[in-house]
């Protein structure tokens, strides 16, 4: 059975969103391998037995922070196992991580709050196996208030949407031409980034592709070994023009762009 079928079946609100479209593409080839899957948020059980038909041979873990009857939610299956705790307490993260050591899929449909989302995201990314998928669910709350959302600055708030949106430019960090950049937890292990109505997909993987124009995010020194590697007897020419006075420009824009970020409080 596919899995608008099952998300039918069970009568998860997954169907509504029709978030087994994107499901369906991420997932139809990895149905019948032993995965660890964790959802975080489970609510009436809906989706869990869910992945645990769609999933046979695999792991389904889901966690709440609510106390959940096993027997009564019909959730006492073989593959389903169930951890109570919060997705914003680490010490209950760092035990289901050691507890479990790696996930293949994870799933986030807790509590939607944007500093939750967030905070579960940096704790739990590390657990996450190479090439494995991680799911955020209901973005809207991104953009509502009532959420901890902000829908009057929607480039800036300090929001899950604007926090996966900033970490696109991890995919990129080798093409950034910034002296003083300073490498990221997530820059290199990040594959791809999709982005989907109310829901975001992150897969894990090495991303460590050389830049054609810059090296050490220096466009200067790049530029500058190019140059010489074509003709070495104009090497002096070449040291001026791109070791020192394209690094001045680069220098001054940085010093600009520093002092725009300080009195606009944008850090």
């Known amino acids: 059975m596919n899995l608008?079928?099952?998300f039918k079946k069970f009568s998860s609100d997954k169907f509504n969103h029709q978030y087994h479209k994107v499901?369906?593409?991420y997932l139809y080839s990895l149905?019948?391998?032993k995965l660890n899957i964790l959802e975080i948020g489970v609510a009436d059980g809906s989706s869990l037995k869910a992945w645990a038909e769609y999933f046979k041979n695999s792991r389904i873990i889901g966690i709440d922070i609510?106390?959940?009857?096993?027997k009564k939610k019909k959730l006492n299956k073989k593959n389903i196992f169930f951890h109570r705790g919060s997705q914003?307490?680490?010490s209950f993260l760092d035990e289901l991580k050691r507890k479990y050591s790696k996930f293949d899929i994870i799933i986030d449909d807790g509590s939607h709050f944007p500093k939750d989302v967030i905070f579960t995201f940096k704790e739990l990314f590390s657990s996450l196996n190479t090439n494995g998928l991680y799911f955020v669910e209901d973005t809207q709350t991104s953009y509502n208030h009532f959420f901890g959302g902000n829908a009057f600055d929607l480039k800036y708030a300090k929001t899950h949407m604007n926090y996966f949106k900033n970490?696109?430019?991890t995919?990129?960090?080798k093409e950034i031409p910034n002296p003083f950049y300073i490498k990221g937890k997530f820059d290199g292990l990040i594959k791809n980034i999709s982005f989907y109505n109310n829901m975001i997909v992150i897969k894990k993987g090495i991303n460590e592709i050389e830049s054609n124009l810059?090296?050490?995010n220096s466009y200067e020194n790049k530029r500058y070994l190019t140059k010489i590697s074509r003709n070495r007897n104009n090497e002096l020419k070449y040291f001026i023009k791109y070791k020192i006075i394209f690094k001045i420009y680069t220098f001054i824009l940085f010093l600009l762009n520093l002092f725009k970020k300080t009195i606009l409080l944008r850090f």
Do not use: F, M
């Open 4 to 6: 608008e079928k099952l």
């Open 23 to 25: 499901y369906h593409s």
């Open 31 to 33: 149905r019948s391998k």
């Open 66 to 70: 609510k106390k959940i009857n096993l």
């Open 88 to 90: 914003t307490n680490k």
């Open 167 to 169: 970490l696109v430019d």
């Open 171 to 173: 995919l990129n960090y």
């Open 214 to 216: 810059v090296l050490n």
